[in-house]
């Protein structure tokens, strides 16, 4: 049997961090790790190959030369993977498809042939059994979640390599978690389930072996959901000596932890994503994420940046409780912490089958055929107290004020007893960070931006650079705590 996995391309994205570089590089950010998933529990004597559209174009010598497509996507991926199924149709080739996209709208994909929904580590083997049977059914889908602790090896082997930025591992799935706009316990669960931690060595070293030598993702929503087993997997990283540096997210809440702070640095993470989401708790509140506490962000940056660990926070607006002027009122917190942050700011996204999709469809306030319209930091929905034009100015106000070159020079100003190769990384992915939203592909922007941020760029020359022997200067009495600074009284609007 010759099965084809494709994977559709996503809209023109500001999303990936690699776009922002994309005269440099054009490598796409993260290999698509569920099909690779899936190729792994496929039969040993089926041949498989991969067709990820990010990376090369789907030819029709692919489709001719396949028995089945296999088909994987995400929302934001609709149209490119409609037109596949039509190619496919066109070329007479059966479609099996599942992931986030399939399993959240399966009823609007009439022409797929069999739809093998949620995790496929339990829906494929049926799937599977029924084709050899002749008795294959159009729909799988499971209320159960698989144990994890069995899912083979994903077929790294199926990949090209040098095409890929980052390299994508998963160590746990579910989240116990309620956030009203994500999808996650719809797609992945309640109840946090991991893989051994000999499972994710086997992995690292599998990837290794293939000659990956980049940045591991570890895709986890939330990477040290059980911080139990997160410690012990970053022990065995260490013992094992898999000589890799990685990123991961985890949120607010479990960063308080000193010795998961301790093992994430002596494992080799460099960078956490953190869904910060919003610096109003009555904004946390609307969205059910109490469990952030906007009075300890900076301290735990703080934190994370004295052990050289950088973050990535991530901000929503629109949330119901948001006015105009959050953009302002973000960025009047999030300037005095500490500076190892790189922000991210996007609109509220209604994703099919959330709480937050559900109720603003009821309230006739979602856009019609939004994810087909999809437009890169477009408003979707009609925001409560500000129209979707408002609300994508308030994005834009927000990725101006932290990426001006004033918010950057004063950023790089407060790491002034850094060491002049720290200095440097850090205002080179500020710059690229600042290209996830603002258009910088040439290598003419780039000049002029670095002429912009010239005052930066001396900073970061400056003799004292080359003095300094710190990678994470600030002194624990230096990182501002923002207890004063989060507008938490503040009321809607003022
Ligand atoms: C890595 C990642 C990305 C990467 C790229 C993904 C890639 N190349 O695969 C990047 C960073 C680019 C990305 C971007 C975005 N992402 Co994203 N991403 C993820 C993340 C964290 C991990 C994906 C992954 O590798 N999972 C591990 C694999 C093993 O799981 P899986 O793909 O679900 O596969 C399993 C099953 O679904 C099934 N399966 C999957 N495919 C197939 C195919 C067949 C044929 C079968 C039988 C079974 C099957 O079997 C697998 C094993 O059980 C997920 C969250 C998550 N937990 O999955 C979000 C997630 C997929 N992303 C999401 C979103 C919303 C986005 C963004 C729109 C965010 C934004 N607001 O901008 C952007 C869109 C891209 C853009 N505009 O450029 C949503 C998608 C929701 C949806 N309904 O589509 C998710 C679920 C997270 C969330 N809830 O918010 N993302
Ligand atoms: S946003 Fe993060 S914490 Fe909230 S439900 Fe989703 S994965 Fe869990």
């Known amino acids: 049997m010759k099965i084809l996995l494709v994977y559709p391309m996503y809209p023109k994205t500001f999303w990936s961090f690699s776009y922002a570089l994309k005269f440099i590089s054009k490598k796409a950010s993260l290999p698509p790790l569920g099909l690779l998933t899936v190729a792994a529990m496929l039969p040993k004597d089926w041949e498989v190959r991969l067709v990820d559209k990010n990376v090369r174009r789907l030819k029709d010598a692919d489709l001719q030369w396949a028995d089945y497509v296999f088909l994987s996507a995400m929302s934001i991926q609709k149209e490119s993977a409609l037109s596949v199924i039509d190619r496919c149709k066109a070329a007479g080739v059966k479609v099996i498809a599942g992931g986030p996209l399939f399993t959240a709208n399966p009823e609007e994909f009439g022409l797929v042939d069999h739809l093998v929904l949620n995790e496929a580590e339990i829906t494929l083997p049926l799937f599977l059994e029924g084709l050899k049977k002749g008795t294959a059914r159009r729909v799988y889908t499971s209320p159960q979640w698989a144990d994890i602790s069995s899912t083979p090896t994903p077929r790294f082997d199926l990949l090209d390599l040098k095409a890929y930025a980052s390299m994508s591992i998963q160590y746990s799935r579910g989240c116990p978690f309620n956030c009203e706009f994500c999808d996650i316990t719809l797609l992945c669960g309640r109840t946090p389930r991991t893989k051994e931690k000999e499972q994710i060595i086997r992995e690292l070293e599998s990837v290794y072996a293939y000659g990956f030598r980049g940045q591991v993702f570890f895709v986890d929503d939330n990477f040290a959901i059980n911080p139990r087993r997160a410690k012990s997997l ?108 790189f922000p991210v700011f996007s609109q509220l996204t209604p994703l099919p089958g959330t709480p937050l999709y559900k109720s603003l469809r009821e309230q006739g306030r979602l856009e019609e055929r939004h994810w087909l319209n999809y437009r890169p930091y477009g408003a979707a929905f009609t925001p409560r107290h500000m129209t979707p034009a408002e609300l994508e100015n308030e994005v834009r106000t927000a990725w101006g004020m932290a990426y001006s070159p004033s918010g950057i020079f004063r950023r790089i100003r407060r790491m002034r007893d850094m060491r002049f190769v720290s200095k440097l990384i850090y205002l080179f992915a500020t710059l690229a960070f600042r290209g996830i939203y603002f258009r910088q592909m040439t290598v003419r922007a780039w000049l002029k931006l670095i002429w912009q941020n010239r005052r930066s760029v001396r900073e970061v020359f400056s003799l004292r650079s080359f003095t300094n022997h710190e990678i994470a200067p600030l002194a624990a009495s230096s990182s501002p705590q923002v207890q004063n600074a989060s507008p938490s009284t503040a009321t809607p609007g003022s």
Not at 255 to 261: H, I, P, S, T, V
Not at 300 to 327: E, H, K, S
Not at 328 to 338: H, Y
């Open 234 to 341: 970053m022990r065995a990283m260490i013992e094992a000596d898999v000589r890799i540096y990685w990123v991961a997210q985890i949120s607010m809440n479990l960063l308080r932890d000193q010795e998961l702070l301790d093992l994430l640095k002596a494992s080799g993470c460099v960078c956490v994503f953190i869904g910060l989401e919003s610096v109003l708790p009555e904004s946390l509140k609307e969205v059910s994420k109490t469990f952030n506490k906007p009075e300890e962000y900076g301290q735990i940056i703080g934190q994370l940046q004295r052990r050289g660990v950088y973050c990535v926070t991530a901000f929503i607006m629109g949330i119901d409780a948001d006015r105009t002027g959050v953009a302002r009122k973000t960025w009047d917190v999030a300037q005095n912490w500490p500076p190892g942050f």
